[in-house]
């Protein structure tokens, strides 16, 4: 089986990388996003926080959000950032403090969240993908966080906890995505999370 594996950064405008602040593409399109994703923030945007995968409850709704308007930003978002590894591509990912680092071959990988931080308790999440593996960096902070492979009905394939390190799974072939939960005392992201089908 082939290895996956997170750790590069999947940007929103070709100015964001980490966890600055709003992105331009997001200013183009009339955001302004946060550098810190918080349920503060989410609560008084909860559009936008959809439309940027974040959220405080675990389903991933934000009460409140127009639907239509998120995925329409989040398509507008996508044309705007940069293409994912192509089959057959080779990276060297750093697995994070304390892993060893991968040479993996991608189906395709993000960014999580797509830019900036979640704060304590906030959730980020991938697209839904298909895929037969996941992978995934440590957080930024290298502080706890829990990490969810969840199917499209919302329940779970499989998760767990990590100390701030990052991991890999395999996974029956499906539709899935990648949850994460951000449980440090300090704001998270995490730079690369890959799929392989």
């Known amino acids: 089986m082939k290895r996956a594996s997170i750790c590069t950064f999947l940007a929103v405008t070709g100015t964001l990388l980490g966890a600055s602040g709003a992105t331009s593409s997001g200013k183009a399109l009339g955001l302004n ?101 996941w992978g995934w960096t440590g957080s930024s902070q290298s502080g706890d966080f829990y990490w969810y492979i969840k199917k499209t009905d919302g329940s779970n394939q499989v998760w767990n906890f990590s100390n701030g390190i990052g991991g890999e799974i395999g996974v029956p072939g499906n539709i899935y995505e990648w949850k994460v939960q951000n449980k440090a005392s300090v704001p998270q992201y995490w730079a690369r999370v890959d799929w392989i089908d």
């Open 33 to 133: 996003l946060p550098s810190v994703y918080t349920c503060e923030w989410i609560a008084a945007n909860p559009t936008e926080a959809t439309a940027m995968r974040v959220s405080c409850n675990e389903t991933m709704v934000n009460p409140g959000a127009d639907l239509e308007r998120a995925n329409a930003l989040r398509e507008q978002l996508s044309a705007m950032t940069s293409s994912p590894l192509t089959r057959g591509s080779r990276d060297a990912i750093p697995a994070g403090q304390g892993g060893r680092t991968f040479i993996v071959q991608s189906t395709g990988y993000q960014r999580v969240p797509l830019s900036g931080s979640i704060g304590t308790n906030v959730y980020a999440s991938t697209s839904f993908e298909y895929s037969l593996a």
